[in-house]
């Protein structure tokens, strides 16, 4: 499939019309380091010409900001908001003086109750930001494509920006580290999970911070509820995990992330890259970043070489047979501009291959309108639909999880619709060894109490739980999964003591 792209069978439908024709394709120089350094960065965006325009320009703070400045990956870094304060005054900057209320769901949902002005609104996020697993930091990029004349339906607010009222509803099944990569770590930011794959924690700092991060445990700074376990960007903290790698031939896949590889320095990349390539027995290893959906500046700033590195090193691996790529997360077509257009576009031209893992997420992307939107944007932009991951069991993000009903009826949706090759695979990442499964594979599924059992050979044997969120199940399903759970721990209560004594 991947190759399909790499090789161009694709169309590439996601130019946008008039701006190639009448502009300047970006041209390049060698760089003697790494890839090519680009004279020019980006096709002519003055204003009108662009579909979106300085989209930026509604966040009164910007409106002033030309294009230059808003591509300057320093300007995008020292502007994010990552602050009470600041955000709050930036929400007082461009809220309605009447906020609309939540749409009604098929599910009669109603999430947020009592916010209809912007004060409301900024009180519940300043409670939930100290109640919160999550720090919260937002791009410049992110705050301009929030549609902040009707915040509480926003499905990128939704990701990024808690509420109060939905912060306080945890399901009793709900952990910071839900696939247990904590028991699978060798050496200090390795997980080693599969037989043939490995993690590598480059870092744990991102651009943005996801409510749902699924490393909770690890990723963002500390906020007043959770202690981090921080892995820095640096190298020297890198080499443990080269050495594991290294001496481990049974690894053949690694995948940089963290945090997020797009805060690392060009320098950093090139580092990280040579130093994978130049192990024989690794084969493939890829980026993880979610830039290209929250941060898509970097891409066209002609001042930064942090794409550039990440197609040398493409083009250098080609050339050993090996495969370096990127893999991204984007939730929502709301999240991408003509900046990531063109940035993407770029990595399409140079031959790097780029996969999106997205998470399905209640209210971002569980319609099909939504979802099929999604996946038409991201294989626009030739960038494989790879994953949609079932929501993991996470604290703080109950809202935003679905049940596995809206994956199965979702996938079978979007298999009526769209070309084989780019359907997403989707999948549940069983906790510990089982990897990711397939939803539909799940052995039995309890609609009414919302529970569901995965199995996998690597299991032998064994099987592992799902839950689907509180707010799916009736009200009576929700006491009998409450009551599941206060008898598990006056068990385990009951083992500790028998033990102790
Ligand atoms: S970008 Fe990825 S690692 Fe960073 S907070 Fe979001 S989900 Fe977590």
């Known amino acids: 499939m991947t190759s399909h792209l790499a090789q161009g069978f694709l169309r590439p439908r996601s130019v946008i019309p008039g701006l190639l024709r009448a502009g300047t394709r970006s041209f390049l120089l060698p760089n003697p380091c790494h890839g090519t350094r680009r004279a020019s960065h980006y096709t002519p965006t003055s204003g009108q010409q662009t579909p979106q325009g300085r989209y930026w320009a509604k966040i009164p703070r910007w409106e002033d900001a030309s294009v230059d400045t808003f591509l300057a990956h320093k300007w995008q870094m020292s502007n994010s908001v990552h602050t009470l304060p600041a955000l709050s005054d930036l929400m007082r900057s461009v809220l309605p003086e009447t906020i609309p ?59 990024f920006i808690p509420l109060e009222s939905v912060i306080n509803v945890t399901h009793p099944a709900a952990t910071l580290d839900p696939v247990h990569e904590v028991d699978h770590s060798p050496a200090r930011g390795v997980i080693h999970r599969y037989p043939n794959k490995a993690l590598f924690m480059a870092t744990s700092i991102c651009p943005v911070y996801c409510r749902f991060c699924f490393r909770s445990y690890t990723v963002g700074t500390e906020t007043e509820t959770v202690k981090k376990m921080r892995f820095l960007p640096l190298m020297k903290q890198w080499e443990p995990k080269f050495e594991y790698i290294e001496r481990t031939p049974s690894l053949h896949d690694i995948v940089i992330s963290g945090g997020d590889t797009y805060l690392l320095e060009p320098e950093q990349i090139a580092y990280l890259g040579d130093r994978l390539l130049a192990i024989p027995h690794i084969k493939r290893f890829r980026f993880a970043t979610k830039g290209l959906g929250v941060s898509p500046s970097r891409l066209l700033d002609p001042n930064d070489s942090w794409i550039d590195t990440v197609i040398g090193l ?22 991408t501009s003509w900046i990531t257009r063109q940035g993407t576009q770029r990595l399409y031209e140079e031959g790097v291959i780029v996969r999106n893992q997205s998470v399905l997420l209640n209210g971002v992307n569980n319609t099909f309108d939504q979802l099929s939107e999604l996946v038409h944007t991201l294989s626009d932009m030739h960038i494989e639909p790879y994953y949609v991951y079932q929501g993991d069991v996470i604290r703080g993000a109950e809202d935003l999880r679905t049940p596995l009903s809206d994956s199965h009826e979702l996938e079978l949706q979007i298999r009526d619709q769209t070309a084989g090759f780019l359907i997403p695979r989707f999948v549940y990442d069983v906790p510990g060894l089982a990897g990711k499964r397939p939803t539909l594979s799940a052995q039995n599924y309890d609609r009414k109490l919302g529970v569901a059992n995965f199995t996998a050979p690597r299991l032998q044997g064994q099987y592992v739980k799902y839950w689907d969120p509180l707010w799916s199940l009736s009200e009576d399903a929700q006491k009998e999964v409450q009551s599941y759970f206060a008898d598990r721990s006056s068990d385990q209560a009951a083992h500790q003591m028998a033990a102790a004594a």
């Open 101 to 159: 209320p939540q749409r009604p769901s098929p599910r009669g949902q109603n999430e947020y109750p009592g916010i209809s002005t912007p004060e409301d609104l900024i009180r519940s996020f300043e409670v939930a930001a100290q109640k919160a697993p999550m720090a919260f930091r937002l791009s410049p990029h992110i705050l301009s494509v929030i549609d902040w004349t009707d915040p509480l339906n926003d499905p990128v607010r939704r990701q």
């Open 314 to 335: 493409s083009k250098k691996g080609r050339k050993m047979g090996k495969e370096v790529c990127v893999h991204t997360h984007i939730n929502n077509k709301q999240e």
